[in-house]
């Protein structure tokens, strides 16, 4: 299976690469064999008229959540290290079998860096850390590969500091950025990548990569991928794990809980509780680990009775800083993620008000769909899903989230 197959829906941005990816491979068995390879094939140059090299030293992977943004640069640092011999019969560099392609898909290549957080945002020491990795030559492999899956989270330090080591690159180092949307990323940044814009893709196309890949029962698959709208984690999680599909349906339940000021408020800490919930189950599973790992390194041994060293309480206090910062990053995904399916919601309503012939992303519900569209009018169903989208811009301002949540239900009440 190649690199490119769970590249889902992309057609364009996979040719995109694979032509980058043949060049690049071109390129290093050029450099390898003593060769000078022409002036238009060196790194750094942009694609032209006249057939010029497709690669490039920096790239920015753009589209909205769900697209696949991080698959896709995953997949093209495979390509950009494998070392398959089907290559000198004229087969495509991505293979997927080979050591460099396997060892990249999983993050373990000691040239591949997939930087991702868990946090709130990318500071000034991360990335300094990433620039000088990104000086070194490839220690065994063809390219130094660094994918920053959140770059839309730099801080405005952090991206100046990266912005010397995109602009001035080493000659074997290649930079793979992603986020949302070119206006996420400093203009400074995205003049100097290649940009490649990714789309929803089609639902089908979800649910077929659900089945072959994850080996999920078709009508289950179908199911996650239309609820999901295309989003491939998303279907994947909500196909897999009965905790979320429990959550989804809560949260579908709350337009029919809004009757009065008290259900309003009622719905509102419940759905911040829920949110609270999968942050604590996510430092149940990670926090105790991390904590105990570095107690050990830092010399806590069990026959000291556990006690730190002197000295080392700022290394403690560090990470617990970091584990609270991750905790909040969780519950605002969590509220997030509830907030999207909400929005599904009132769409499926404002199709049925329409008389659109589109599939309901939530036909399970169809007669709580058909129950709120009955009794409201098109325009109210607008006024609610521009108050859910209010709910989460306020989320990003970082306005108390029950506060916010509070204000959306009492709007969705109002409608």
Excluded at 158 to 171: D, I, M
Excluded at 234 to 242: K, N, V
């Amino acid at each position: 299976m190649a690199v490119w197959d769970d590249v889902v829906g992309q057609d364009r941005v996979t040719a995109t690469l694979a032509a980058a990816a043949r060049d690049a491979d071109a390129l290093v068995s050029a450099e390898r064999a003593g060769q000078e390879p022409p002036p238009g094939e060196r790194p750094g140059l942009s694609a032209d008229r006249s057939g010029a090299s497709q690669m490039t030293h920096a790239w920015l992977f753009t589209g909205p959540p769900g697209s696949g943004r991080s698959t896709a640069a995953r997949a093209f640092a495979a390509a950009l290290q494998c070392v398959s011999p089907d290559r000198a019969l004229g087969g495509g560099p991505g293979c997927g079998f080979c050591d460099g392609c396997h060892t990249a898909l999983i993050g373990t290549h000691a040239d591949v860096e997939i930087v991702r957080t868990d946090l709130l945002s990318i500071g000034v020491k991360e990335t300094r850390d990433l620039v000088r990795r990104s000086s070194l030559s490839p220690s065994g492999g063809r390219w130094q590969v660094i994918v920053l899956e959140d770059a839309d989270r730099l801080t405005e330090g952090a991206g100046n500091v990266l912005l010397k080591a995109v602009e001035e690159p080493a000659p074997r180092t290649v930079w793979l950025l992603c986020a949302p949307s070119v206006e996420d990323v400093l203009p400074t940044i995205r003049s100097r990548c290649r940009l490649l814009s990714l789309r929803t893709p089609p639902v089908d196309a979800v649910a077929d990569v659900l089945v072959r890949r994850d080996g999920i029962e078709p009508e289950a698959a179908g199911r996650a991928a239309r609820a999901t709208q295309g989003h491939i984690g998303r279907a994947r999680r909500l196909a897999t794990d009965e905790r979320a599909r429990a959550r989804r349906t809560a949260v579908l339940k709350l337009p029919l809980r809004v009757d009065d000021i008290g259900g309003c408020l009622k719905a509102a800490q419940e759905l911040i509780d829920a949110a609270g919930e999968d942050a604590k189950q996510v430092a149940e599973e990670v926090d105790t680990k991390e904590t105990e790992e570095l107690r050990a390194a830092l010399g806590a041994a069990a026959g000291t009775g556990g006690r730190l060293p002197r000295g080392t309480a700022g290394a403690m206090k560090e990470l617990q800083d970091k584990q609270k910062r991750r905790s909040t990053r969780t519950q605002r995904d969590s509220l997030d993620l509830a907030l999207v399916d909400l929005t599904g919601f009132y769409r499926d309503v404002l199709a049925l008000q329409m008389g659109a012939s589109v599939p309901l992303a939530n036909d399970e519900v169809r007669d709580s769909v058909q129950r709120i569209a009955t009794a409201s009018t098109p325009e109210r169903t607008l006024r609610r899903i521009e108050a859910v989208i209010a709910c989460r811009e306020a989320l990003d301002r970082n306005v108390a989230p029950l506060l916010a949540v509070e204000a959306m239900t009492v709007a969705l009440r109002a409608g």
